[in-house]
């Protein structure tokens, strides 16, 4: 590819819109143009509006002089415009850029369940994309919106998809273990999180079973029908840095044996690790033998921190098979969820 595509980031200097500059500064396909955030940081440099805190990439992406510019399609506009706003920012702001006609990936959840807007995680529910003919027609804009899920959603429906796409998933009981940075920055107050659990997270349980009931939806004339699997959440907020751990225990149809489950994950190959999608992890799911892992610590930045991990597949006495998940929450729970989004739909000719 010889001309890049223009993108911008929106609210670039929070903790998931610095993944995105790291991620897009070095991208193969996609050229950043702007960086934008709220009043506050605009018109001073990157490196002045906010607190790097992105590991092991150079500070500020080579970008720290960079002008931040607000927030509008007047001074951010790009055909490709990354999204990690707050949600309150995100309802007014993305529809005004998509109105303009950008394709915009969004983080926030403003408009995950809204019926005519993709909930994608390309490895899932990529024919999900057909939902944008009728977000045009109904709403008239030149662009488009396409959300990636809540983070702990992404790490949950990766582990789902093979098993539903295999044997169909009825039943979800999932405890979560969530890092602090889910919570932007500076985030969780240090003296709530350090050495405690904090066993709620406004929002997110619920968010996480509608949001997995959509992923895992089929589409058919025009709309999503939700699945019909039970999913029930249990959030909390533990002293870890990066990396949401999640508890499984499951109900599959036909009660498959731990042989055939561990098969249909490890076996698992979608389109996009199929097209060598740069941001693809190669493959998705790494399952475990080691009876401690999947750890944080050790394994959340695999595959630049896409890869989502399985480990300690046994079997549960109340639902039948158990595991424990792990993923990164600002990569494949965010920006690198979004960049591969924008990735899928540009090899399949969607995006430009
Ligand atoms: N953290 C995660 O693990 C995670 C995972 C998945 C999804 N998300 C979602 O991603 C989004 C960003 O989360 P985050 O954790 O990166 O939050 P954050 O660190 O608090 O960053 C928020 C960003 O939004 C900008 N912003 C806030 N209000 C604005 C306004 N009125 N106009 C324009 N820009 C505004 C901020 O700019 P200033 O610096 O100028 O204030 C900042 O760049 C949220 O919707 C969140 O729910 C987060």
């Not at 609210?11 to 050229?31: D, I, K, N």
């Not at 107050?189 to 709620?200: A, E, I, K, T």
């Not at 029930?232 to 499984?248: M, N, T």
């Amino acid at each position: 590819m010889t001309t890049r595509i223009p993108v911008s980031v929106l609210g670039a200097t929070g903790v998931v819109g610095q993944r995105f500059v790291a991620r897009l500064a070095a991208h193969p396909w996609f050229e950043l143009t702007h960086l934008a955030a709220s009043e506050r940081s605009a018109g001073r440099s990157y490196e002045e509006a906010c607190t790097w805190r992105v590991p092991g990439s150079p500070a500020y992406a080579g970008l720290g002089r960079r002008a931040v510019v607000e927030c509008t399609p007047e001074s951010a506009f790009a055909p490709v415009v990354f999204s990690a706003l707050d949600t309150a920012a995100a309802a007014e702001l993305e529809p005004q850029f998509a109105r303009a006609g950008a394709v915009v990936f969004s983080n926030a959840s403003a408009f995950r369940m809204e019926e005519d807007v993709p909930l994608l995680v390309p490895e899932v529910n990529a024919e999900h994309l057909r939902l944008l003919d009728v977000q045009r027609a109904r709403r008239g804009w030149r662009g488009a919106i396409v959300c990636n899920p809540n983070c702990t959603t992404a790490v949950l429906v990766s582990v789902l998809a093979p098993l539903e796409r295999r044997f169909g998933v009825e039943a979800v009981l999932m405890a979560s273990f969530q890092a602090a940075s889910g919570a932007g920055y500076p985030g969780v107050p240090s003296l709530d999180v350090l050495g405690n659990v904090v066993p709620f997270i406004r929002g997110e349980e619920p968010k996480v079973e509608a949001e997995t009931r959509k992923l895992l939806g089929r589409y058919e004339s025009g709309a999503v029908a939700p699945a019909e699997c039970v999913v029930s959440a249990h959030c909390q907020r533990v002293p870890v840095v990066d990396g949401h751990g999640e508890a499984l225990s499951l109900r599959l149809r036909g009660a498959p044996s731990l042989e055939d489950v561990s098969r249909a994950l490890r076996e698992w190959r979608a389109e996009p690790q199929e097209l060598g999608l740069p941001t693809a992890p190669q493959p998705a799911l790494l399952l475990h033998s080691a009876e401690d892992r999947p750890q944080p610590r050790l394994d959340v930045d695999v595959g630049g921190g896409m890869a989502v991990h399985v480990g300690r597949l046994r079997a549960c006495p109340v639902l039948g098979v158990k595991l424990f998940a792990l993923g990164h929450n600002l990569e494949r729970g965010a920006a690198g969820a979004s960049v591969l989004n924008a990735e899928l739909m540009y090899a399949r000719g969607q995006l430009v």
